[in-house]
């Protein structure tokens, strides 16, 4: 095991409050969001870390109102869509929260299609674009043994990280979007086939203040020098693990912020 001393550092005790307190937003403020707020955010992202230095990221900054809601309808209509008759094929209880809810599945689905697209009202929403061609930037062997473009979307992930911390550190909440059909949302943005859409990263001042979150603790996932056997978890335990975070993030998807009687307001 590590030796361990209470020695740290100011920077450290920084990062970590910021680490901690980010958040992610899920109802947004009309407020808006200064110009140079979004220019450091972009940069943080433009400092990540990638393979050789291949940088294969580009942002689309969107504020204008139809664009997002071009956006907002190629989710509900074809990524939400997609999502929710997928989720239909799990245990009930083991959904995710956002789509845990009664009724049969016409009835759900008419309480949940429009439900998580709150986003869509943040006054910027950054997409993060991926081109592939910029992988090959790197060894020939991140193109082998089922990494495929692995490479590239921890690239991108990568700078994602940097710029959620960035906005929380400018007192701003983040979401992450992910994008399961891109197509449409290709075609608003006038996106190049070669290139792909990450995740739509929506920037802005939160309505709700921060929730507790749900953390495993450190204990449980450090392994030291090789991999600790009795922390292998069966695949009861999983389950068992999955059916516990359920009823601990539920109330977090599903309670109505008391300021504008809203969307739940999901935190991770």
Known sequence: MANRDEKTTPEYEQFRELFTRRMSMRDPRPDPVPDTYVDKILEAGRWAMSGANSQPWEFIVVRDPQV??????????????????????????????????????????????????AWGKAPVLIVILGDGRRQWGTVLGAMTFGRHQSHLTDALSNAATLMHLAATSLGLGSQHVTIHVQEPFKRVLGVPDLLMIHHILP??????????????????????????????????????????????????????????GGAGAGRQ
């Not at 239909?88 to 083991?94: K, N, P, S, W």
């Not at 975070?245 to 599903?254: K, N």
């Open 68 to 117: 997002k809601q071009a956006l907002v309808d190629a989710y509900v209509d074809v990524n939400n869509d997609f999502i929710f008759w997928m989720e239909q094929m799990r245990l009930a209880e083991l959904r995710h929260p956002a789509f845990q809810v009664q009724g049969d599945p016409a009835e759900q689905w008419q309480r949940v299609r429009t439900r998580h697209a």
């Open 203 to 260: 920037i802005g001042f939160s309505a709700v203040d921060r929730r507790p979150t749900v953390r495993r603790p450190l204990d449980e996932v450090v392994h030291y020098d090789r991999y600790d056997e009795s922390k292998y978890m069966s695949n009861q335990q999983v389950l068992s693990f999955l059916h516990e975070l359920r009823g601990r993030t539920m109330p977090a998807y599903h309670t109505k912020p008391a300021a504008d």
